[in-house]
């Protein structure tokens, strides 16, 4: 990599927090030496990509640049270099954590209304499908920072199964069918995407090859020049072209200007368990840690099934419902953090729960719901021999993002747009609302959900996340629960799932996961509970045992993805 042509402009918001600052009791176990190496990932292929690096001597975060390629070729329906998300990054060596903010932002001629009609409604699939829903990506400057700044390897090194699978193609599976049929209609009206993602226009058969040339050229030109080959030069001015032809309103002076962020993630203690986990503008980290605050006041462990699911769908409720008054881009809105977890604000909270009943959301005082999330994003956990550590949550929103490839690079664009309100209090595609703190404005950054997490305890740590749109926080709080009941990676990840976020205000759950009793037991404190058609989540989990250095690794049976431990 030429670090002369490097021109990442790093902001450096809040930096490096040494764990030390969150000690954790004194009998903590010391950590081993070396311990296993381990991947999961969404995708068999980016796990093995991962690993090859792993055994080339690379350290996990040259592990996660390869992971994060491959997955961009290989599940273009869930993340991609023409996205955005976050990383959380634990350096063994130094014991400091970081939150790499690779996130999307609007581009400069954003504004509030841009998504709404000459009598200001909403237009139906405008932040949503094309190049107008596309913000500016992030995920090229993270690959390139992460190589710059963390990893043992060259870029070139790390991107060179990416390229290779780009090249030669991947086979089209079940999964890849179900969400290309889901976006059929807005991928036909793209050339560019139907002809790299569809087989003659329509859903490809199984075992048909996609083949990304011009997506392997692209990747290659990143390897060479760094930042500069993807937001300036021929690369930078095909894309703002192609998105200005088709009613977008890139400038090259957005790709110019784009900044990686290093952030300091989330952190805070739950019964004795450290947590480090997203910062905002990802709403994750904020929100689970106001949810278990309040169920620090409870003794979990020993209440009824549906007791302890109403408690903590009771603060699920609060904590979306401040989600959605008070969270949004903290470079451009002031969010109240030190409140939202102050002492005073959880004991208001936990007081104004009734153990014997439901709280309508209708009495909270009332304020707009949380903005929209995709239904796809991507996931993956790594840890190396060091004990490095990666927590990586990806996305371009919607499946296949905006289903807009910008011609003759390969580059499939984002539709994150759609994560901020497209007019806040009026219900967004997802038949949601949002608050003004989540409003467009040039330049900033959409709420997220995306809630990659570290879990540590005395003798055991967890890497964990996953995709889910407004439902990663809630699924990402029943594995941190799980972990703290000792479950296996493979228990937490295969868990039923339950969801509620303020409003709609109702116990959504996956089918067959509840039975009947319980539901009527719910059903009698005054919830709505409504059981899914489907499943959700893509859970993938790594726990490190620090005694034995013995790793525990399980990607969700719900996705086609796949983990691996190093045991030599
Ligand atoms: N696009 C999903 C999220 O950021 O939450």
């Given at each position: 990599m030429n670090k002369s042509v490097h021109k990442i402009l790093l902001s450096v918001v809040l930096l490096f927090v040494s764990t030390s600052a969150f000690p954790l009791p004194a009998e903590d176990a010391p950590a081993v030496n070396e311990i296993q190496a381990a991947i999961a990932s969404a995708h068999p292929l980016a796990t093995a990509a991962g690993i090859e690096i792993l055994k080339q001597g690379g350290n996990a975060f040259d592990a996660a640049i390869a992971v994060t390629a491959t997955l961009a070729v290989v599940e273009p329906y869930s993340s991609g270099i023409g996205g955005g998300g976050f990383y959380l990054l634990h350096e063994q060596g130094k014991n400091r954590d970081i939150m790499i903010d690779a996130r999307e932002q609007a581009p400069?001629?954003?504004?509030?209304?841009?998504?709404?009609?000459?009598?200001?409604n909403v237009i139906p699939g405008l932040s949503m499908d094309g190049a107008l829903s596309a913000a500016i990506p992030g995920i090229p400057a993270a690959l390139v920072h992460l190589a710059e700044?963390?990893?043992?390897?060259t870029l070139s090194q790390s991107l060179a199964s990416a390229i290779k699978h780009a090249r030669e193609g991947f086979a089209v599976d079940e999964y890849y069918q179900r969400m290309a049929g889901f976006r059929l209609v807005a991928l036909q009206k793209n050339q560019a995407a139907s002809d790299l993602f569809l087989q003659k226009g329509e859903v490809p058969e199984l075992g048909y090859k996609i083949i990304q040339n011009d997506l392997a050229d692209t990747l290659e030109r990143i390897a060479e020049f760094g930042f500069s080959g993807f937001y300036e030069n021929e690369l930078a001015w095909k894309m703002v072209r192609d998105v200005r032809h088709n009613n977008g309103i890139w400038t090259i002076k957005d790709l110019a200007t784009y900044e990686l962020k290093e952030r300091s993630p989330q952190r805070f203690i739950y019964k004795g368990m450290r947590l480090t986990t997203a910062a905002l503008p990802s709403s994750g980290g904020l929100v689970i840690a106001e949810i278990l605050q309040i169920l620090g006041e409870y003794d979990l462990e020993k209440m009824s099934k549906s007791q302890r699911i109403h408690h903590i769908v009771e603060a699920m409720r609060r904590a979306y419902r401040d989600r959605a008054e008070y969270m949004g881009d903290p470079d451009f809105v002031d969010v109240p953090i030190d409140f939202l977890v102050s002492e005073l604000h959880v004991k208001l909270l936990t007081k104004s729960i009734n153990r014997r009943a439901a709280t309508p959301?209708?009495?909270?005082?009332a304020v707009a719901q949380p903005d929209g999330n995709g239904t796809d994003t991507t996931h993956f956990s790594i840890v190396d021999k060091k004990g490095n550590r990666v927590s990586a949550t990806l996305s371009i929103n919607?499946?296949?993002?905006?289903?807009?490839v910008a011609k003759g690079t390969g580059v499939l664009l984002n539709?994150?747009?759609?994560?901020?309100?497209?007019?806040?209090g009026v219900p967004n595609a997802y038949g949601l609302v949002g608050s003004h703190a989540n409003a467009i404005e040039p330049g900033k950054r959409m709420l997220s959900s995306m809630t990659p997490t570290m879990v540590e305890t005395r003798n055991r740590i967890a890497v964990l996340g996953t995709p889910g749109g407004s439902r990663i926080i809630t699924m990402v709080l029943l594995g941190i629960l799980d972990f703290y009941d000792k479950k296996s990676a493979d228990e937490i990840v295969n868990a039923g799932r339950y969801h509620h976020q303020y409003l709609p205000d109702e116990i959504s759950y996956e089918a067959g996961r509840f039975d009947d009793d319980l539901v009527a037991e719910l059903e009698e404190l005054g919830h709505t509970v409504k059981q899914l058609g489907y499943e959700y989540g893509n859970m993938q989990v790594i726990i490190i045992n620090k005694n034995t250095g013995e790793v525990d690794a399980a990607s969700d049976e719900r996705g086609v993805g796949s983990s691996q431990v190093i045991t030599e």
């Open positions: 400069g001629r954003a504004d509030r209304d841009m998504y709404l009609d000459k009598d200001g700044n963390y990893g043992a390897l959301s209708s009495s909270l005082k919607y499946p296949f993002g905006s289903c807009f539709d994150e747009m759609d994560d901020f309100s497209a007019k806040p």
